[in-house]
């Protein structure tokens, strides 16, 4: 067999086309993946929609996990049968300034999975093994798949925060990254708040983790305050009017970390943060050992990734669902 199913993004706007293609051959320093789970993104839609400089045909899938299949000649670390997943940033230039410092999420020629080049919307990719991750043992496919980038995204965004014991940490929207920031505060031991619009999310932000449910659809800073405010906000949501409103909520010393693209411009007045020494910070993926750290938490059964899941064949719809909103939490497509 030469050929595999992909899922072939080929021009913006345009549904992606299920082809049949070459099944890509691993270079020396490659891995080959037979994919078992990969998941469907917001980022997706963004390529999709054609808001991203994105070479096409591509084959998309950001979120993928699989087995190791075959390995290139060089590679010494990974063999047949081992279970790995690929985060976002794969090869980067190796020689610009931020490559040197040991930060290369801020090289400008970062290779990007299912971006710049073939991602796991498909029964086979190949990844750089060296920026393969080991799974551990005790996490299902389907689980692991969102951690390589909503649950990387999340946690990372929490750690950059640095918490101190005993902070309280509020989560700010409770969607496909917020349900996450819930549990991973509760599993690390901090006093936990979750922020939502309307009181019918209160119940599960509860079953989620949350000490405490601030219910507010304006005002959000104010009401915050009044349960206590809060030491870091990690910002999932989209909503830039919601982002805004809630740094009104951090206490004294107080960070929050914008984690979510949001649709409109955040807007404070210097007053509000200079007299509190309030932090605003950007945050995506950060270091390495937070997508270890993240996929532990998920493999001990402290975080759970709420999702749909459904077979390759189906991926159409679950893209669909994601571009219209309707998926609450993460989309995962499957490969038998
Ligand atoms: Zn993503
Ligand atoms: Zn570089």
């Not at 067999?1 to 913006?12: G, H, I």
């Not at 498909?122 to 996490?139: F, G, K, Q």
């Not at 798949?145 to 750690?159: H, M, Q």
Request: aromatic share 6%.
């Amino acid at each position: 067999m030469t050929t595999m199913k992909a899922a072939v993004f080929e021009k913006a706007q345009l549904p992606w086309t299920i082809r049949d293609v070459e099944i890509p051959e691993p270079g020396s320093t490659d891995v080959l993946i037979k994919i078992r789970a990969s998941g469907i993104c917001g980022t997706d839609v963004h390529i999709t929609r054609g808001h991203f400089p994105v070479s096409p045909p591509l084959i998309p899938g950001h979120e993928p996990v699989g087995e190791v299949v075959k390995t290139g000649s060089a590679v010494t670390h990974l063999r047949p049968g081992d279970r790995v997943g690929v985060p976002w940033h794969q090869r980067n230039c190796g020689r610009c300034e931020w490559c040197h410092r040991g930060k290369p999420q801020f090289c400008s020629s970062v290779q990007a999975t299912g971006v710049t080049v073939n991602g796991g919307d498909a029964e086979y990719m190949v990844a750089p093994a060296d920026r393969c991750m080991l799974l551990p043992d005790n996490i299902t496919y389907e689980q692991a798949a969102p951690i390589f980038c909503a649950g990387f995204t999340v946690y990372s965004g929490l750690k950059i925060a640095h918490p101190a014991p005993g902070e309280r940490i509020a989560v700010l929207g409770i969607g496909g990254l917020g349900h996450l920031g819930i549990q991973f505060a509760k599993a690390l031991g901090f006093t936990t708040i979750a922020i939502t619009g309307t009181e019918d999310k209160a119940p599960l932000a509860r079953e989620l983790g949350a000490d405490d449910v601030v219910v507010a659809a304006d005002d959000i800073g104010k009401t915050l305050m009044e349960h206590g405010g809060a030491d870091v906000i990690l910002a999932t949501t989209n909503s830039g009017r919601h982002m805004s409103q809630a740094i009104l909520g951090l206490r004294p010393d107080g960070r929050m970390v914008v984690m979510g693209v949001a649709d409109s411009p955040i807007e404070v007045a210097a007053h509000d943060l200079l007299g509190m020494r309030r932090h605003l910070i950007g945050s995506s993926q950060n270091n390495r050992e937070d997508l270890f750290e993240a996929l532990q938490l998920v493999a001990q059964g402290k975080v759970k990734v709420m999702e749909e899941v459904y077979p390759f064949d189906r991926i159409h719809e679950a893209y669909r669902r994601v571009e219209e909103g309707k998926v609450r939490f993460r989309s995962v497509v499957t490969f038998e």
